[in-house]
């Protein structure tokens, strides 16, 4: 019988197609930082087409809150098979000599200790119950470098080595650790300003989808189906990896 699933992220555009896709086939705890009416809305959807959701507030730079939240989550469905991360904060673009302090101590806040409690607190309680597997965002900025996308690109380089290290350190207990890392999706953020891109958002925009051999944008389904893959009894043999889900962006 599956154990539950715990979801960081969960209302933003890629977080939203990953609840509904995971949530139709296993038990899902929704985390979200302040929109609990989509939140709500998302589990009400997924219990509606037969599946088992609740909701939770969390937020991942506070050690204590996602600790509380995977401890909650595992509680309610009998321990947890996986915990998914479909988040990253807001992201100013530009030269990385230009960026402001405040700016990239607040993504690295966010990105990297909260990737590390996540790391942490999802391992132990995993090792607690036999094993499970996570998944964590980044970004194809990792994988090949984008002009004026430093801010992106070098806190997921920091996720992608501790997703790593926990990876290695944690196999043996049974626990996998992979990392996704999407190109432009039309999603969330990138959807609601697509038309209204200038100056070094719109040059990395162009850029990145120019340079991919598909020669298109990313779906949220395109995303949410690895993860759902990942997460699966079908991804066992897979750890410490990082799978670019961007088109060819990064080949």
């Known amino acids: 019988m599956s154990k539950g699933i715990a979801i960081f992220g969960a209302t933003g555009g890629l977080g939203e197609a990953v609840a509904r896709r995971i949530g139709a086939r296993v038990p899902v705890t929704l985390g979200y930082a302040s929109n609990a009416d989509k939140a709500r809305q998302i589990a009400e959807d997924v219990k509606a087409s037969g599946g088992s959701a609740e909701i939770a507030k969390v937020e991942m730079q506070h050690s204590e809150s996602v600790k509380r939240f995977i401890d909650g ?21 530009g030269p990385i000599t230009e960026a402001r302090e405040e700016d990239f101590k607040r993504i690295y806040e966010i990105d990297v200790f909260g990737s590390f409690n996540i790391l942490k607190h999802g391992s132990l309680a995993m ?117 670019g889900v961007d088109g060819g962006h990064s080949a």
């Open 127 to 243: 090792k607690a119950t036999g094993g499970g597997a996570i998944v964590l965002t980044l970004t194809t900025a990792m994988l090949r470098t984008l002009d004026l996308d430093g801010l992106s690109g070098g806190p997921k380089a920091a996720v992608a080595a501790l997703l790593k290290q926990v990876a290695r350190e944690m196999g043996p207990h049974n626990i996998r650790c992979n990392g996704i890392a999407p190109g432009v999706i039309d999603a969330g953020l990138v959807r609601e300003l697509l038309d209204k891109l200038t100056g070094p958002a719109k040059h990395v925009f162009d850029t990145c989808v120019g340079n991919t051999p598909l020669g298109r944008m990313g779906q949220a389904e395109e995303i949410a189906s690895v993860f759902d893959f990942l997460l699966s009894p079908g991804a066992t043999y897979v750890n410490g990896q990082i799978l």
């Open 73 to 93: 989550a595992a509680s309610r469905w009998g321990g947890l098979d996986g915990i998914a991360s479909v988040t990253g904060p807001w992201v100013p673009l």
